[in-house]
């Protein structure tokens, strides 16, 4: 299948051609859908806690987190293009002229270029956009009075000016404040100081970005770091990391043999956030909180996401400790049927874990063995917000290929919506993932897990791409949150919707919560 210098290009991707061969299979056989069984709901399988008992997580969280590692782990890749897609289609618009570019200044709902451009001065963004519009000779005001707006969005956008079209989202001004503006990636610096700090005042924070990004974070960081150690009496340790290209995915034509492009190279893709797994299991510490780098909030909005953070985490606490006599239990030679009862009783109470039905004519061995393999897993406590709009991927109860029932968080694309019974499941959900997760990964004995041993294989998705004119199809592995999660232990907790913020769209930074 592969010639002498293409089988050099995998090694020096690092992918071995075992995994290579694999890929090309699943290309073939494609992924199953997913089963879903149910939603999951308050009370079954989604737990509730009102405001007293939030507080009494968060305050067990702050009395019991002081001598473990903690790591803010903050998805960061890419480029923030997709922001901006609707102002990028403005300027194609304009340069082709015609009565596209009037129908598109007669709507001034928002979302619209006419708001945008009503609304500049609100933009984190706004001074500098100015600085660099006068340091070029335009007059903001001449631009506003001619109507000449696709200049002020070719200068945030285009090279010449901010160049926020090619940026990470990262790195863009999303807040204000009193004589300056934040970045999402300072946001996170504040958010470890008010849950990710360890009683040796150190607070660690893991930025994942791509590479040709690695410079520019560095420089950011390295210039605003000084600032919020002296504004919280701490020392930040902040770790990138890339993407590695030993987890890209080859692509194929569509008759699931090797593209290759006009040059007869072959084309890797980057396999999808599910790649971050290798990533998260290069950590070393004992509580890990996950959040995308846009779900961010300035200062008047954090002390209620403050709040629900430190609560999951608490939870998660008390969990691992209840997980972890209990495992030590299974290993004791004083362990009995009440015992195993209890355990077992916990799992499916407490853990989300449906014991098999064949778990009663199990003698005790079988018992303690079994308890011993669905308790000794990694953890992961996950905030999970009220559907206010049409429901998508989220929270349900799934069935694998092995007949085990789980719960998961499934994707709209893992879900088959030609299917009447999967699609009324689906659209039954009553919450969604924002993905607000806090992990434990590490056993009773705190020994790190090997992640990867808990990833499902089987939850990969195939999508078609083009390259070089030619359709592609391109092979994504099972999403960090998704499959490569699917074998953990997983506890959901309802959170409010203010602790789900994300800037899909540059107009979402007008939205009360960044403002």
């Known amino acids: ?13 690092g992918i071995q051609l075992k995994v290579i061969e694999k890929q090309i299979e699943n290309f073939k056989q494609g992924f199953d859908f ?6 999951a709901t308050i009370g079954d399988g989604i737990s509730f806690f009102d405001k007293g008992e939030i507080n009494g997580l968060a305050s067990f969280y ?33 340069a082709q002229n015609g009565e596209e570019i009037k129908n598109i200044l007669a709507n001034k709902g928002f979302g619209t270029i006419p708001y945008f451009i009503e609304n500049l001065g609100n933009f984190a963004f706004y001074p500098d956009l100015m600085e660099v519009l006068k340091a070029n000779g335009v007059s903001i005001e001449g631009v506003l009075r001619n109507k000449e707006y696709h200049r002020i969005v070719e200068f945030l956008l285009g090279e010449q000016g901010l160049k926020y079209g090619q940026l990470p989202k990262g790195l863009l001004k999303f807040h204000k404040y009193g004589g300056y503006n934040r970045t999402p990636a300072e946001e996170h610096l504040v958010e470890a ?18 590479p040709e990004h690695s410079e520019l974070f560095n420089t950011h960081i390295n210039g605003v770091i000084s600032k919020y150690e002296d504004t919280f009496e701490l020392k930040y340790e902040i770790g990138f990391s890339e993407q590695k290209k030993s987890t ?11 593209f290759r492009d006009k040059n007869g190279k072959l084309v890797f893709r980057p396999g999808g956030h599910g790649a971050l797994i290798e990533n ?52 004791s030679d004083t362990i009995d049927e009440s015992d195993l009862c209890n355990i077992a009783d916990f799992a499916e109470s407490e853990l989300n874990i449906p014991l098999s039905g064949f778990f009663s ?21 996950c905030g999970m917000v009220k559907n206010e709009g049409e429901p998508g991927g989220g929270p349900f109860w799934v069935r694998n290929s092995k007949g085990e029932i789980s719960l998961q968080i499934i994707e709209s694309s893992q879900i088959d919506m030609n299917d009447p019974e999967q699609k009324k499941i689906s659209q039954s959900a009553t919450h969604f993932n924002p993905v607000d997760l806090v992990c434990g990964i590490k056993n009773y004995k705190g020994e790190k897990f090997d992640l990867l041993k808990f990833v499902d294989p089987e939850t990969g998705f195939i999508s078609i791409k083009s390259k070089d004119g030619r359709e592609l199809k391109a092979q994504e592995l099972p999403g960090l949150w998704n499959g490569a999660m699917a074998n953990w232990t997983s506890i959901f907790v309802e959170v409010p919707i203010i602790t789900f913020n994300p800037v899909k769209t540059v107009h979402d930074l007008l939205r009360d919560t960044h403002q």
């Not at 299948?1 to 290009?9: C, K, R, T, V």
């Open 1 to 13: 299948m592969f010639n002498d210098e293409e089988l050099g290009q995998i090694r020096d991707h």
């Open 34 to 39: 997913a089963n879903l069984i149910k939603p």
């Open 62 to 94: 702050e009395q019991n987190s002081g001598t473990k590692t903690i790591i803010k782990f903050v998805p960061a890749s890419g480029a923030a293009s997709r922001m901006f897609k609707d102002l990028f289609s403005f300027l194609e618009s304009f």
């Open 193 to 210: 100081a008010h849950y990710g700090k360890s009683n040796s005042g150190n607070a660690q924070v893991h930025f994942t970005i791509s």
């Open 248 to 258: 890209d995915t080859i692509a194929v034509d569509m008759d699931n043999k090797p």
């Open 280 to 331: 998260l299991n290069d950590l070393d510490g004992d509580i890990v909180f996950i959040k995308n780098i846009d779900n961010v909030v300035p200062d008047s909005f954090k002390e209620e996401t403050t709040l629900y953070k430190k609560a999951l985490a608490g939870l998660l606490i008390k969990k691992q400790e209840s997980i972890f006599n209990f495992l030590e239990l299974l290993e």
């Open 361 to 381: 004519k199990m003698d005790s061995d079988e018992k303690k063995t079994y308890l011993s393999r669905y308790l000794n897993r990694p953890i992961r406590v």
